[in-house]
């Protein structure tokens, strides 16, 4: 049997979603995926995302009007030198006393354990809450996108969602994409 038919065969035994979910990326004006996270358990870090006292959440249940999400791999090297120009993002927006409340930045290791997201957030300095995805739950959720992947996300005051962004790649210019976002979201 040649290795073309053998993987034809195995991607029908699989079931209908195991090729479409990499095509299945959420894109700009479509819904997030309804997704829960563990709470951190920083206490700092509920108080940023407004969960003390809850043992999850969704992304929809944070009070912000825009959550960032960065879904990142400790051992992606772009994801390495792309921490610096996130956690220069998060310090704009800590600076902006009109936008800290309403803007809120998250990662998601995929295929990491809360070891490897620990590292990476020791090892980066990074300062907003990372969360483990040792699973790949949500990265299936997302399309299984490449890493660093961005999503921006506008949760509307009735818990819906609406994803404004959705891209693969570097942010760049931390402060151009920050005013992209903001443009996106109609938020000023």
């Not at 479409?20 to 990326?25: F, I, N, S, V, Y």
Request: charged share 20%; net charge neutral.
């Amino acid at each position: 049997m040649s290795m073309a038919v053998l993987f034809l065969f195995l991607g029908a035994a699989a079931g209908p979603n195991w090729s479409l979910a990499a095509d299945q990326t959420p894109v700009a004006g479509a819904v997030f995926p309804d997704i829960t996270l563990s709470a951190p358990k920083s206490v700092e870090a509920q108080d940023y995302l407004g969960v003390r006292g809850k043992a999850s959440f969704k992304i929809s249940q944070i009070p912000a009007q825009l959550v960032i999400l960065e879904i990142f791999s400790m051992y992606c090297p772009y994801c390495q030198r792309e921490a610096p120009q996130v956690n220069e993002l998060y310090q704009l927006l800590a600076k902006r006393q009109d936008l800290k409340d309403k803007i809120k930045i998250i990662g998601v290791g995929t295929g990491n354990s809360a070891y490897e997201v620990q590292v990476f957030q020791d090892k980066y300095a990074v300062p907003f809450p990372l969360f483990p995805d040792e699973n790949f739950a949500i990265h299936d959720a997302v399309g299984r996108v490449r890493t660093p992947y961005f999503f921006g996300i506008r949760i509307n005051p009735d818990g819906s969602n609406r994803i404004i962004y959705s891209k693969v790649g570097t942010i760049h210019d931390p402060q151009q994409f920050l005013e992209l976002l903001l443009k996106q979201a109609d938020l000023k």
